[in-house]
């Protein structure tokens, strides 16, 4: 679990900005709120960056639910980084700083037009004496919602106007507590971004995969299967922390390897990867978060063609080699289908057992000039035949992307 200061964090994508319809109404509960599509925007983004910066990033120990000794803890303390009217003296522009960090950040994420802004807030707040009075009333009352939480919420979309509003903090108490669908009404209906925010499932005890925008249901969830609604894996490249670690090691970092198969696995399941880094005390990314989001970058820069935009195929990993996972994508009145290969084959023959081939089907891997040869193994199946391609002409170092146009079963 995430805490109560207000993070934030950027989506990187191609260049849509699609939205939904404002012509509708939706009320403040469950079913109407559900009925809203989702923008296209956030589902064709596929990546997105989770910033973990605040008050236990000074401490920069253990992980981000380190506990100050004397005044407040590190991660649920309420501070927030922006001037909010609604945590006076305990904000970024009061005390550390004296900076509206949202608000920097925000105006720096929007000169580039292709990238969306959106605040993490937790709703739940440790040792607030609103919130404990409230604990205490078994939650009849909602003093610290009406008070505190609410008022920051709609504050930081009135201010900064985030495309995503990831919420978090909800785990102790139903989504009646909290309010949440009149926010969420309010925010659909008459928000300054009522028409292409998104939001997670993280408003009441009761509602993580089950309503909301997207579902994130825990941290680092991956189904394993294809779930009949949008979701989201949101991970770290610490293994251990979302805030910045000082004493982490190299070990406790993902490797390229294991990062690019979880990031591929994800997508061509349907969902979406939001990865963490936690900046220092100073707002610095350390060498090794800004190794990992440089060779990112480049990765895409050579396979983002089966990444962003993409649809699951019908399937998703190969039925004879664990290794290759499927994207899909329309392209005019066909299906271009991409496998993703994690670990490059060994031998000359790369068999397949997903794909149906025929002789007007054309293999190609994304960033290799030249169309491979191959062979259908049946009526499904297909042994592509794999060059001796000398390590400089190799598109990049992890996991490559085949390109398959016309196949039988596209």
Excluded at 131 to 151: A, H, L
Excluded at 356 to 378: D, P, R
Aim: hydrophobic share 40%.
């Amino acid at each position: 679990m995430r805490g109560a200061y207000s993070g934030v964090f950027i989506f990187v994508l191609g260049s849509s900005f699609l939205t939904c319809s404002s012509a509708v109404r939706y009320e403040p509960n469950w079913n109407s709120l559900d009925s809203r599509p989702l923008p296209p925007w956030y589902d064709e983004s596929k990546i997105g960056i989770f910033l973990h910066w605040g008050v236990f990033s000074v401490p920069s120990f253990i992980n981000e639910w380190f506990w100050y000794v004397v005044l407040v803890t590190k991660h649920h303390e309420g501070f927030t980084n922006w001037p909010s009217k609604y945590s006076w003296n305990w904000n970024a522009m009061d005390v550390g700083p004296n900076r509206d960090l949202v608000g920097e950040l925000a105006a720096a994420i929007r000169e580039k037009t292709d990238i969306h802004f959106g605040v993490y807030h937790s709703l739940f707040e440790w040792f607030n004496p609103l919130f404990e009075e409230d604990q205490r009333n078994n939650f009849t009352t909602q003093n610290f919602v009406f008070t505190k939480t609410m008022p920051e919420l709609y504050e930081l979309v009135n201010t900064y106007k985030p495309e995503i509003v990831w919420s978090d903090g909800d785990w102790m108490v139903e989504d009646t507590y909290w309010n949440a669908t009149h926010f969420l009404a309010w925010l659909y209906n008459d928000s300054p971004v009522k028409d292409t925010v998104v939001v997670n499932d993280r408003w009441g005890s009761n509602i993580r995969c089950h309503h909301g925008g997207f579902w994130n249901c825990d941290d680092r969830f991956v189904p394993g299967h294809l779930i009949p609604h949008k979701w989201e894996n949101s991970m770290t490249l610490d293994k251990y922390s979302w805030g910045y670690r000082r004493n982490a090691r190299l070990s406790d970092i993902y490797s390229m390897d294991e990062f690019i198969a979880l990031l591929v696995k994800t997508v061509s399941l349907g969902g979406n990867i939001l990865v963490n880094v936690g900046p220092t005390k100073d707002g610095m990314i350390s060498p090794i978060y800004e190794e990992r989001l440089t060779q990112m970058g480049e990765w895409l820069g050579v396979n983002g063609d089966a990444i962003f935009g993409t649809q699951p195929w019908k399937y998703q990993n190969d039925t004879v080699n664990s290794n290759v996972w499927y994207t899909a994508k329309k392209a005019n009145a066909s299906t271009v289908v991409y496998a993703i290969i994690l670990k490059w084959p060994s031998t000359s023959t790369m068999m397949l057992g997903a794909p149906s081939v025929s002789s007007k089907t054309k293999i190609s891997l994304l960033g290799y000039n030249g169309a491979f040869t191959f062979t259908s193994t049946g009526t499904q199946g297909v042994a592509i035949d794999i060059p001796p391609i000398p390590f400089y002409q190799m598109p990049c170092q992890w996991g490559w992307a085949f390109q398959l146009d016309n196949l039988n079963n596209q």
